[in-house]
């Protein structure tokens, strides 16, 4: 056997968690808010039910090294013992997004080809002509795992070998489905501990399992000695109230979940004295958010993270959190990054780019779909799609998505840029900018604006607030007062949802 083969392969790659239950059995490993009081497993319970549920697996559905398995699944302690499960066997776990109609399921299923589907009872219906083999995973006569051994039946895998398939959008709109391996999950867990993580820290993960977000913290955790507390779905209130009953030490929010925590009446007399920090992803904090946290006495730092890199990509330290506030921070330490010019230049200091990543983490392909791999590996670089820009002290900016760019004429208008100062609106709760069509300069920016309540704007207001902080081109041409926006499951904004149903070039300033 090789030295490579050695260094590379062995139990150690998938079944850690059996390493971790054996030096801290225990420890509470996981909560969830599936029941009052909480439900809570030590490492070695945990250890000890993914034993019996990879046994499940196996006898009733041959479940093997390399296959696939999919779950349909609210965030609960099955699911992570289910993940767990899957590692151990050498299969592949496929989570499905909770949103999805009975037509989406069916695509994801002839995609990714699984063994078996596990899924809750509350979506019996939705999957009820799914053409593959399924199981209850709430009914007992069905998911009876509990009747199995608890025997070790682990096999020995590699770093490149698939662990999860984790769906992710693309230029088309169109998801696809991206594969996260044993050597993916290792080393950003690594990437992530250097985020001032330490043993029994304590969490809340609010995010669903189909996401990499939710993974961000829930791996490293798991493997170093920490609890995670499983949100069944986001709720502010219940939030809040774990946040005092449980004590983290911890905690990742979106944006779009920090602005309605920040929105809460509970908010100003809530318990945070526990939290040592907060951290965010899935977009950029405006100023407000950020006082608000410190003025709470929170520390708050941002992140950055993709499904095809990992959520532990970029990191802000706290203290940074207000001298570089906007920022995403630098590499973390197993990452190189730089900004590439459209003429594959590299782009200096000041100047935006396209955002190159290269590191151990980056993802092993997308599923039955190697076109798309090639286009966004550059010479063993990943393209992100970001444009970004790094100052002279190597803090890096993020700009916007290249497919969210409005080319207006000759010039490119970064919607997000627009966005992160309309929201800092006194009258306004939240806003996007889409591109609408325009005669003469191709297309143009129109603001969706929700704004707080009882408030009433003109569209004079709007263009005043940013008429000293943006270039002419860049302010909208029009606005519109919407009711709400359109979120994904993950908190991000549903841009095309919105683009169909207000993409008309035309001024609205009453709901």
């Known amino acids: 056997m090789s030295l490579e083969r050695i260094y590379t392969c062995g139990k150690w790659v998938n079944n850690w968690i059996a390493r971790r239950a054996d030096i801290s059995g225990n420890w509470i490993a996981l909560k969830d808010d599936l029941t009052i009081p909480l439900r809570t497993v030590s490492f070695a319970q945990l250890n000890e039910v993914s034993n019996k549920i990879a046994n499940f697996l196996r006898e009733n559905f041959g479940i093997s090294k390399g296959d696939y ?51 809750e009872k509350e979506f019996s219906e939705t999957v009820s002509n799914i053409e593959t083999k399924k199981v209850c995973y709430d009914c007992p006569n069905e998911f009876n795992y509990e009747k199995y051994s608890s025997n070790d039946v682990s096999t020995a895998c590699c770093l490149e070998d698939p662990a999860l398939i984790l769906q992710t959008g693309g230029t088309t709109g169109k998801p696809k489905f991206a594969i996260v391996s044993h050597r993916m999950i290792l080393w950003n867990a690594l990437n992530t501990v250097r985020d001032l993580v330490i043993p029994g820290d304590v969490t809340i993960n609010t995010l669903p399992l189909f996401h990499i977000g939710a993974f961000t913290y829930l791996i490293p955790l798991l493997m170093f000695g920490g609890t995670s507390i499983l949100m069944r779905r986001w709720n502010v209130d219940r939030f809040i109230d774990l946040v005092e009953e449980e004590r983290p030490t911890f905690l990742f929010l979106v944006p779009t979940q920090l602005r309605m925590l920040l929105a809460s009446p509970r908010f100003k007399d809530a318990d945070f004295s526990s939290v040592r920090w907060f951290t965010s992803g899935g977009g950029a904090l405006t100023p407000d958010i950020i006082e608000k946290l410190f003025e709470k006495g929170v520390v708050q730092k941002q992140g950055f993270g993709m499904t095809e890199m990992g959520p532990g990509i970029f990191a802000l330290d706290p203290w940074d959190a207000k001298r570089k506030m906007g920022s995403i921070g630098k590499p973390n330490l197993l990452i190189e990054a730089r900004l590439v010019l459209p003429d594959g230049s590299e782009a200096p200091r000041g100047v935006e780019g396209e955002l190159y990543l290269r590191g151990p983490s980056v993802f092993s392909g997308y599923l039955k779909n190697e076109e798309e791999m090639k286009s966004i590996i550059k010479d063993g670089w990943l393209a992100t799609g970001d444009v970004a820009r790094v100052d002279e002290e190597g803090y890096f900016w993020i700009a916007g998505r290249i497919k969210n760019i409005i080319r207006s004429g000759e010039e490119s208008v970064y919607p997000e840029e627009i966005e992160r100062l309309l929201i800092m609106h006194p009258k306004i709760k939240d806003a996007v900018v889409i591109g609408v069509p325009d005669p003469k300069w191709g297309e143009v920016p129109k603001a969706l604006i929700v704004l707080k309540e009882g408030e009433k704007i003109t569209k004079e207001e709007v263009i005043d607030f940013l008429k000293d902080k943006l270039a002419k081109y860049k302010i909208p041409k029009y606005v519109e007062v919407v009711p709400q926006l359109v979120y994904t499951e993950t908190g991000k904004v549903a841009r095309q949802s919105l683009k169909i149903l207000y993409g008309k070039p035309e001024d609205k300033l009453e709901v």
Request: aromatic share 12%.
């Open 69 to 119: 398995v999919a779950i349909l699944s609210w965030s609960r302690i099955e699911f992570v013992a289910t993940l767990l499960a899957c590692f151990k066997i050498g299969c592949v776990l496929a989570p499905i997004n909770t949103r999805y109609t009975s037509r989406e399921i069916q695509e994801f299923v002839d995609k990714v080809n699984p063994k078996v589907l596990l899924y």
